[in-house]
C-alpha cells in the first residue's frame, strides 16, 4: 500500500527549497502579478481517494491545460471528423509557433498547440447554443462544481495583447480552416484559457481520462476510445516542444498551462494536478515537472 500523503509531504518539503522557482509568464500582463512561492498539488484515485498538499484549493489560470476540456467536449459532439481539420502529429515547437499551420493546408499540428487549440474553439463555437455558458457549465458538470469561472480580467488581457493568437487564427481563416469570425472564435478562446481553477478541481476534471472516459459523477462523458485517444495526445503533444522531456522524467500523459498549471493522468489509476507559477524556458511549470518526476519516482507509478 503506498502512502501516497507522505510522498506528497516529502515532494512539498523537497520543491519549495528550490532557490530557482522559474519565470512567471509576462506576455499576458495580468498574469505577471502571481506569486511565485505558490505550490500546490492534489491527487485523485480512482478508488475515489484524495491527497493534497499546499496551495491544492487557490484558484489559478488554468491557461493552455482547457485545451484538454475543449477537445474532449469536442470530441463527444462531432467525434472523428475533428482529424479532417487538424492531425495529431507533435510539434517540437513552441505552443505559439505559426509555422505549425502547414502552409498548403492550414492543417494545425495537433489540437494542444494554439492553432489546433482555436480550431476546436471554432468547432465549438459553431456546435454551442451559447458557447462560453455551456463550456463552462460543461467544465462544471464534469467536475461536479458549480463555483467554477472564467477570470474576465484574464480574458480581456489576453484578448488586448494576443497578436500571435490573432495571426493564427487569420491564418486558418485564410485557409478556410475557420468557420466563424476570427473575433467570436477568439472571445471563445481567451475565455476558455482564462478559466480559474485549483489543483483540486482541475483533478476531478482529469478523472475521467483515468477512468475510461467516465466522469465523477459517474456519467459517461466519453467513449473508451476517445479517453484513450485524449490521453495519447496529451503524452505525445501536451509539453510542446518539451513533450519528450515530460514522457522522459515523469512518464504520464499531460497538460500544462502557463499559468504554471499541470494535469496528468494515470489510465485506470488517478489524475493529479500541480501548481507552481514560475516556468522554465519551454513555457511549462519548472517545479511542477520537478514534483511529478518526484512522484512517479517515489510511487514507482508511471504509464512505462
Ligand atoms: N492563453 C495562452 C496563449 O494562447 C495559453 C498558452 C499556454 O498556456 N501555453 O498564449
Not at 492550414?106 to 474553439?121: E, K, M, T, Y
Not at 465523477?216 to 476517445?226: A, C, F, I, S, Y
Not at 515523469?250 to 488517478?270: D, N, R, W
Request: proline share 4%.
Amino acid at each position: 500500500m503506498i502512502d501516497y500523503q507522505a510522498i506528497l509531504n516529502t515532494i512539498y518539503a523537497n520543491v519549495t527549497q528550490e532557490s530557482d522557482k522559474g519565470e512567471i509568464a509576462t506576455y499576458i500582463p495580468e498574469l505577471s502579478g502571481v506569486d511565485p512561492n505558490r505550490f500546490g498539488m492534489h491527487l485523485k484515485l480512482i478508488s475515489g481517494e484524495e491527497f493534497a498538499v499546499g496551495d491544492s484549493e487557490v484558484g489559478f489560470s488554468i491557461q493552455s491545460i482547457s485545451k484538454v476540456l475543449t477537445l474532449a467536449m469536442a470530441m463527444s459532439q462531432v467525434g472523428s471528423t475533428i482529424w479532417e481539420r487538424m492531425d495529431v502529429e507533435p510539434s517540437g515547437n513552441p505552443f505559439n509557433h505559426l509555422s505549425l499551420l502547414e502552409l498548403e493546408e492550414g492543417i494545425p499540428r495537433n489540437p494542444l498547440i494554439n492553432s489546433g487549440a482555436i480550431v476546436i474553439a471554432d468547432i465549438l463555437v459553431t456546435q454551442l447554443k451559447n458557447p462560453k455558458a455551456d463550456f463552462l457549465k460543461y467544465v462544471q458538470d464534469i467536475t461536479g462544481d458549480s463555483s467554477i469561472s472564467y477570470n474576465l480580467k484574464v480574458a480581456q488581457s489576453e484578448k488586448e495583447t494576443g497578436f500571435n493568437n490573432y495571426a493564427a487564427a487569420n491564418l486558418l481563416k485564410s485557409f478556410d480552416n475557420l468557420h466563424n469570425s476570427v473575433d467570436d472564435v477568439l472571445d471563445f478562446y481567451f475565455h476558455q484559457c482564462s478559466l480559474e481553477m485549483s489543483c483540486s478541481q482541475i483533478a476531478k476534471a482529469f478523472f475521467m481520462f483515468a477512468n475510461k472516459g467516465v466522469c465523477l459523477r459517474d456519467v459517461g462523458r466519453l467513449t473508451k476510445t476517445q479517453a484513450k485517444r485524449i490521453n495519447a495526445i496529451m503524452l505525445t503533444c501536451g509539453f510542446y516542444d518539451e513533450a519528450g522531456e515530460f514522457a522522459f522524467e515523469v512518464g504520464l500523459p499531460g497538460k500544462s498551462g502557463v499559468g504554471g498549471g499541470i494535469a496528468a493522468s494515470l489510465p485506470h489509476e488517478f489524475s493529479i494536478s500541480v501548481w507552481a507559477p514560475g516556468l522554465n524556458p519551454q513555457g511549462n511549470s519548472k517545479l511542477g515537472m520537478l514534483a511529478l518526476e518526484q512522484f512517479t519516482t517515489l510511487t514507482k507509478q508511471s504509464i512505462f
